[in-house]
């Protein structure tokens, strides 16, 4: 269902939407420049169709994050997919299984929690980062001992345990953009991993290649791109 | 938590940049001024964008299969323009797809029984303190067994003596506070929950005669009765982590309806029509030897009529999963032990059914009247101000009248009459008669003193009232919870409420049924409801949801 209305007033009373307008979602369907802040006559422009309001950004559930891990880290070897543990009453234990933090991070046990509020609260970040670290350290493990590029997780278009070229760090970022966030892009885009080529030179600099690997990774599994969708 | 995660080192100077990094890889605002400034954007030019088919490709994992996609399959979209209908039908035929839709269903209709009591500490055989024997739990059986004080189990040593009926010969013993009691020993029991193994029973407790000294041992009759134990195998009683087992068994119970309906083929509407049932040998063993061991103060599960056929000889450890008909009112996932005791009540369990399948929620009426509506009748639908909710609600309740509340049971009018004169006037009988019929009275009849129909079944204490809307109470019984599906489904509330429902899941939020709004989406729940009504397929509905521009675009 497609609405037509006119959305003329709305866009000259607001430099906010003004600014929204001219960026427009549908590109040149909305152009607009008034001339003075006063209101436009609207049967100066013709309807315009507007799209029906889009589906709301959705914060992963603990279920959708227990099951992505293993996905996105891969595997510390045959059968032993990568999953963020954490150690109670002496037990390494799965942090999002039963047992572990997934009821504090909102996962409905339809007693006392009936519904998720998927939102991203300080509780769930403190937890992320946590969740970060520890899954990117098993990732640098399993690829420290990865027999081939191709069976590495982290970096498989770079060295893990050696200094890399600008060129394969930037290839590396590029597919862990894809791999992490599903964001494709051009193989000769350097500007779009520009930000975390920022953080794997930074911790190059002063560390082995392993760390600022891990740097990057945590940075991408502790970003809001990971975590929304 | 006792532990922390594994962590690298990682320069205290970076966690900025990282931190810095991470917020600015997101697409969406980071800031609750962003999200403010973009919330704005939204309202006035709806300043959204269409998703590439990678991004399309993450959300559409996401919502089917509860995973993120993999490397791979984002590299086999570049050959694409967008996501091939094949995949989002192969995604919609797997393993992951029917677990986020029974975890969609679940996400409704809350099937976690935990903390339900099947049975009380008169049940319940656990091992003593000496880590050996087993003994039942309770005083009142421990009394009915050896006398003494009901604090008394067996003596550490074997029972070899017994009577011909098979109770054990016991010893006298004395109680350390002075005083006897009669002390038996132990026997070897293979238990049901450990075929192949033997453990040490208190003789008593082990006792398998089908009759005891004044009941039936398959009774709630037999707590008080000497003779009456655990039966063969201990199947009577519930052993350690036996009640969470059949918990778990009851979820799962419900699962597998959904699934016949989500992806094993069946019409959508039958999950609250279908007279199939899923069982395994587990859930018959239970209701076969444990459930009539009825306890009045706990939930009520026995056998009634409509139930489905129970295996001649079930197994506790025959996890394997067949289907069954039920008949008589059953229907649906409303009338499966994981819904009536998750929902105890009538009320509760129609109040249930009408937020999940008619998306209406009870809201209380500003300025209630208190004319023509009286403050103290136990008619809720005349009393002032539960009024305007109760109204409808009772006809809704009354659905479910012929099913037990707090338990399963349909009732068997024979054993338990819409009237029974006993409960009307059970201060006349004699004292043990009374003792017998009085747990009974109270739970299930009308028994307060100056109250209308005393004597009745509670559902059933308005029904007789000549009016609208107290004869459509009667109606409603008889039409049982198969009724409530059937009308709800006639009028379309259903096929509309489950698009609502999905669209929920699937959008992140809520249809916009704002007439007044020029972007309203009724014409849009209008025509895929009606779809839906057609062609009753669950998957089709997921499908056409998920091409609508709606679920293509973000903002």
Redesign the interface.
Known sequence: ???A?T?LA??VL?P??L???E???DGAA?QLTPTSTAQADPLDHPSLE?????????R??V??LR??IP??AGAAGPGAPIA???????A?ID?LGDRG?GRTLGE????EV???TAEPTPLYVKFMD??G??V???M?AADTAAPSAEARSLTRFANIDASSSDDEVNANLR?LK??F????LADEDDGGVA??K??YD??AA??APA?AW??VC???L?????H?? | ???????????AT?VG???L????????P?SAQEGE?AA???A???????L?K??L???LS?DL???????DE??A??EEDSVPDALIDDWLGSE?FRRASR?FH??LL???L??VALTEVNGRIVQQANGETYALLGQQKKQAFRQGNGTQVCGDYEQVEFNPDGSPIPKLASMPGGGTYNQDGWVWVEPYWAPGTQIKVCAFDAQTAPKGQFADCDTPQMVGDPKCGCGPSLRRCYGQNIETDVWSTLREQLGRLVDDSTVGGRPYSEIVTSKRMHVNGRYEFWRKYMAPVVVISKTWNAPGPGDATLAEDPDWNDESWRVVERSGLHAGLQTLPAFLL?FQTNRARANRFRTVFTSQYFVPADGATSEGCSDDTTDLTNRCVCATCHQVLEPLAAHFAEFIEAGITPYDHEALPVTQEICNDIQSLPPQQRAGWGPTCNRLYVMEEGEPNRGTLLPWQYADIDDALHLSIAANIASGPGGLAESTIGSGLFHSSAVRNVFRA????EM?LDPTD??H?L??LSSIAAEFQVHDDFRQLVKDLIA????R???
């Open positions: 269902m497609r609405a209305v959305i709305a866009c607001s906010l939407a600014a929204a307008c960026q427009g979602d909305v507007v799209p029906p309001r889009s589906a709301s950004v959705k992963l559930t279920s959708q099951n992505s996905v996105v963020w543990r954490i150690t109670r009453d002496g390494v942090a933090v409905p046990d339809y007693v009936l519904q998720e946590d969740m670290r520890d990117c350290a098993q640098v597919y894809l791999r966030l599903g964001e494709r930000d975390l920022t953080v930074t911790v002063v560390e760390e891990h740097a945590v940075a991408m502790t970003s809001p791109a990971f929304l969708y | 938590m006792n532990g922390s995660p594994t962590s690298r080192r990682l320069p970076l940049l990282v931190g990094v991470a917020a600015s890889l997101a697409t969406t980071a400034a704005g954007l939204e006035q030019c709806y300043a959204a964008q269409e590439d990678y991004r490709l993450r959300r996401l299969r509860h995973q993120l996609p993999s490397y984002y590299l979209l570049d992951q975890r679940e996400d809350w099937p976690n935990s903390g998750r699937l959008m992140g939020r916009n020029p972007l989406e014409d849009l609508l521009p709606q679920y675009r973000v903002r």
